[in-house]
């Protein structure tokens, strides 16, 4: 099976079901941001992380396969439209919980950096908001359905993503990086 297909070279993809889309539509910057996302946390993990952060790391990953598949499905009963839901919500916040348990209280804004896997954690951060923004622009688009749930979820991974680099640092004994605004 040969990798390239060429039914891409007029612009156009398909998507879950038989439609094809230009590659600047709305719905696949959404997915295709999602995926960039994705392919961050994979830099992080590749280049070493604790386990903890590591069996973290690839749920996400997984999760956001399966938020991208949700995006590519734009049929409100579709396979996997529905997939993220509620419980994948409860879990963020839990873990987001548990890792502000881990770090000292913030008292300034923070710079992103500090330890490489931290400063890969807040690139995904950035990565995460991006697609956030752009999968709400996706659901206030006539004729489309995009569930709350995954809205929500991307808005919560980006909580945990900053937490999640401050957590890294803090295990590696490498301090945050405080803001320090101009006089």
Known sequence: ????????????????GSQRLRKDDARIEAYGTVDELNAVLGLARAGGLDASADALTAQLQDE????????ADPAPDGRFHNQIGDAHVARLEA????????????????????????AQF??????CRRAERLVV????????????ALIIYLNRLSDLLF????????????ADIPWKPSP
């Open 64 to 71: 956001l396969f399966t938020v991208g598949a949700a995006l």
């Open 95 to 118: 873990a987001i919980d548990a890792l502000v348990d881990e770090v000292e209280p913030m008292r300034s804004f923070i710079l992103p950096g500090g330890s490489l896997p931290a």
């Open 137 to 148: 622009h996706l659901a206030h688009q006539p004729g489309e359905h995009v569930p709350s």
């Open 1 to 16: 099976m040969k990798i390239y297909t060429k039914t891409g070279d007029e612009g156009l993809t398909g998507v879950l």
């Open 163 to 174: 937490v999640l680099a401050r957590a890294v640092n803090h295990r590696a004994g490498v």
């Open 122 to 127: 807040h690139l995904a951060r950035t990565v």
